[in-house]
């Protein structure tokens, strides 16, 4: 039986088809109309809700915004369930609602209740946030009409007015936490909620065969997009020994179904070259639901986060049944969607090791939007210099082949050669022989050859301008 909260009523569900999505359960089963399906994959926000839960010593309670529309329901079991609908008082509108009405943030009024919800979770988790946190919470919502001007002073002006009264949240979500892992069947489908990896790995041993789901970002495509039928679907999120993250002396180690908003932070803490690309990675709603495990596992060739991880030799645990295997991220992947995971394997954790010093790590993600798109080309370098030569330097780009993988041909055109325009020219010749990339809806193949020989020489131009304004910094303290 799938428990959770809403509007503070304990709602029990005992015979649902596992793969009904939240966004379906409120419009087509409680009539709540508040959500919006704009394009039941996760992109334009009008399905946005919030869910609560508490957090690892069950002493705080942590809003996440996320897309209703791939959610599946079993996932909300042992949470609470927040809709635009959830948030006005009779006649009393929350603060967030309050503010966009007075600064006129809702025109034809179908994606509102979405920023709405995308507003109401910065409103719970940032008491005071500046423009780039509110725009950072907004990234996720599409509007067609009103303007986002409106919008951003109505996240400005919500904090003005008295904060509701609380409720006890903590006590609500105590009543429905489980002591047994969840498992729901429905016309011989079946879901299953494992509460550790031991657990975890021995379902898969039994149902090999399984649909392993982490945040569902791209598992509820499958469902919402192509109407696939999953049989039985294992879902890793309520696995708490595999949903951390620990920085050790040597690496840092992510559990595999750890989600990327817990993991983003940590990564760019010791990587901050990789800001902007972690910042530009998909939205808060797909980060909140989505795991760093999951964009590695599913192996797409525009993915953001893998490139990045290669050149800093990320590896993977897999386990199966009892037995773990280590592998470098640079051997994981075979040809297009095809990865070493074998039957009833996962990914258990990642290895990110620690930067070491005098290496520069830094990622270029290329798209049409700069919020919220799909990459047509991302980039990673990693360069060490010795007095202005070459000791070592890795690139990996991904949307020019069937995986993202390494420059092999252009690291060999670098390394050992002095850091000059010269070297990057002769490397970005060489970039015709590491990829061979198509064209698609997202950049013809012409325009992709020239644009990473740019993205090549904009990180020598970074790396330079860089050495230059250490140049006239001393040359002013002098």
């Not at 209703?68 to 603060?95: A, N, R, W, Y």
């Not at 945040?215 to 595999?242: F, N, P, S």
């Not at 620690?354 to 799909?374: E, H």
Request: aromatic fraction near 6%; charged fraction near 25%.
């Amino acid at each position: 039986m799938i428990r959770f909260l809403l509007d503070g009523e304990i709602i029990e569900i005992k015979d649902v088809d596992p793969t009904r999505t939240v966004l379906q359960y409120l419009r087509e089963d409680l009539c709540r109309k508040g959500s919006k399906e704009g394009c039941a994959e996760g992109d334009c926000g009008a399905c946005t809700v919030v869910v609560a839960e508490l957090d690892r010593d069950a002493e705080n309670v942590n809003f996440k915004a996320i897309n209703s529309c791939i959610q599946f329901l079993p996932t909300l079991d042992g949470k609470e369930l927040i809709t635009v609908e959830s948030l006005s008082d009779g006649d009393e509108l929350h603060p967030v609602q309050s503010a966009m009405v007075t600064n006129h943030g809702s025109q034809c009024g179908f994606c509102t209740p979405g920023f709405v919800m995308s507003l109401y979770a910065l409103y719970e988790t940032n008491k005071n946030p500046d423009r780039q946190s509110i725009d950072d919470a907004l990234s996720g919502n599409l509007c067609r009409c009103t303007g986002y001007r409106p919008i951003i002073a109505a996240a400005t002006d919500m904090y003005s007015a008295a904060r509701p009264a609380g409720i006890d949240r903590i006590a609500g979500l105590k009543k429905i936490q489980r002591e047994n892992s969840l498992r729901v069947e429905h016309k011989g489908r079946k879901f299953f909620a494992p509460t550790d990896a031991d657990e975890l790995a021995a379902i898969l041993a039994d149902n090999p065969e399984a649909t392993l789901l982490a945040g569902g970002t791209d598992v509820g495509l499958w469902v919402t997009k192509q109407h696939r039928e999953l049989g039985t679907v294992v879902y890793m999120g309520c696995a708490a020994d595999i949903s951390d993250v620990k920085v050790g002396d040597t690496h840092i180690d992510i559990g595999g179904a750890a989600t990327l908003t817990d993991v983003i932070p940590v990564i760019v803490k010791h990587y901050p070259g990789l800001d902007e690309l972690f910042r530009r990675f998909a939205s808060p709603p797909i980060r909140n639901a989505g795991t760093l495990g999951g964009n590695i596992a599913n192996g797409s060739p525009i993915g953001d986060s893998m490139a990045a991880l290669m050149v800093v030799d990320t590896s993977l645990l897999l386990r199966c049944g009892a037995v773990e295997r280590e592998i470098s991220l640079n051997d994981f992947y075979h040809d297009y969607m095809i990865n070493d995971l074998q039957p009833g394997e996962f990914v258990s954790r990642i290895l990110i090791p620690l930067p070491s010093d005098g290496a520069r790590v830094s990622s270029q993600k290329w798209s049409k939007r700069f919020d919220q798109d799909i990459s047509a080309i991302c980039t990673a370098y990693r360069l060490v210099l010795d007095a202005g030569t070459v000791a070592s330097f890795r690139m990996a780009c991904g949307g020019l082949a069937a995986t993202v993988r390494r420059a092999t041909k252009t690291e060999l055109a670098v390394t050992g050669k002095p850091w000059t325009s010269a070297t990057i020219e002769s490397a970005c010749a060489s970039l015709a022989e590491d990829f061979a990339p198509i064209s698609d809806m997202r950049a013809s193949a012409d325009i992709r050859g020239v644009v990473v020989q740019n993205l090549l020489r904009r990180f020598f131009a970074e790396t330079m301008s860089d050495k230059l304004e250490t140049v006239y910094t001393y040359g002013r303290q002098r």
